[in-house]
């Protein structure tokens, strides 16, 4: 069978691609378990994320370069409450990248996605994104870009558990949509980095003008505002999903234990054990 990259449609071997950034994941690891879990799929644990055959050697380079200015540029900078950050081009191609590579991971995992009414939709957008991608130069269809940085959660919500968790720690990637078929957006998350682009709107971009990615040269601001209803209630649905998920059973439980335990001082300075003591104090108020 005949592999074929997805960025250059060029006949060649095929990479295990990462649909999530490598640094995203090593920084998961060094700052809690070494393990990732699939909140969908708790008992199964996930050492590197995920990834299938998407890109060829070239294109894997391509996006590794725009990974790699972004781990340096943003991802670290950020982690270490350097204030503002200025971007360039880099910035609005990498979020780009990545919001592509979850249209194809909806396609791959998603077997009767062609049946949403979206899916056109979707299609154009990985068609108009791939050309960009390709050539930079070009002005794309699609360009309304979100980048959102959080932070830890000083009051969250009384009924919701695990917002911590899911706005600094938590892998998440989805397309958006309503019932009323206003709305798209193609949505992924990691660490404490949102991105998302809406395809299909009606109103708010005001509210989130301090989101918004141009393709050039800007300044992300920090602390950002973000008073977007339709997206607050989708983070806040998301984060009601996850507490319905079943928790890890008996035996994960146990392998748990004894990865924090063989280590406790260092999980008791990490960034896991300050989400999971964030969530405690809330609860003990």
């Given amino acids: 069978m005949k592999e074929i990259c997805a960025l250059y449609k060029t006949e060649e071997p095929l990479r295990e691609s990462h649909i999530y950034p490598k640094f995203s994941i090593k920084h998961n690891s060094k700052t ?6 699939n909140f969908e799929k708790p008992n199964k644990r996930l050492q590197d994320g995920i990834k299938f055959k ?28 350097k204030g503002n950050l200025e971007y360039n081009e880099n910035l609005y191609y990498f979020i ?16 009767d996605f062609d049946n949403r009414w979206f899916y056109d939709l979707i299609k ?31 009051n969250p919500p009384e009924h919701l558990k695990q917002v911590d968790f899911y706005l600094t720690r938590c892998f998440d990637a989805t397309i958006i949509s309503n019932e009323n078929q206003s709305f798209v957006a ?13 395809l299909k709107n009606e109103g708010h971009q005001e509210e989130l003008s301090d989101l918004k990615i141009v393709n050039g040269q800007g300044i992300l601001k920090i602390p950002q ?37 063989s280590n406790l001082d260092n999980f008791i300075e990490s960034d896991s054990y300050e989400s999971i003591n964030n969530e405690y104090k809330k609860g003990s108020c």
């Avoid at 994104?129 to 940085?149: A, C, E, G, H, Q």
């Fill in 32 to 37: 809690g378990s070494k393990y990732l879990r």
């Fill in 54 to 81: 998407l890109l060829g050697a070239k294109a894997e380079q391509e996006f590794g370069n725009r990974e790699k200015w972004f781990a340096e540029n943003i991802f670290r900078k950020y982690i270490k409450k």
């Fill in 96 to 111: 780009v990248s990545f919001l592509w590579r979850i249209i194809h991971l909806e396609l791959y995992s998603n077997k």
């Fill in 124 to 154: 154009s957008a990985e068609s108009d994104w791939r050309s960009f991608l390709v050539n930079p130069k070009i002005k794309n269809k699609y360009n309304k870009v979100y980048l959102l940085l959080t932070d830890r959660v000083i």
């Fill in 186 to 198: 193609v949505y992924g998350k990691f660490n404490r980095f949102i991105m998302f682009s809406i």
């Fill in 225 to 261: 505002d973000c008073f977007c209803y339709p997206f607050n209630s989708f983070i806040t649905n998301r984060i009601e999903g996850l507490n319905k998920f079943d928790s890890p059973n008996e035996k994960q439980m146990e392998k748990i234990e004894k990865e924090v335990l």
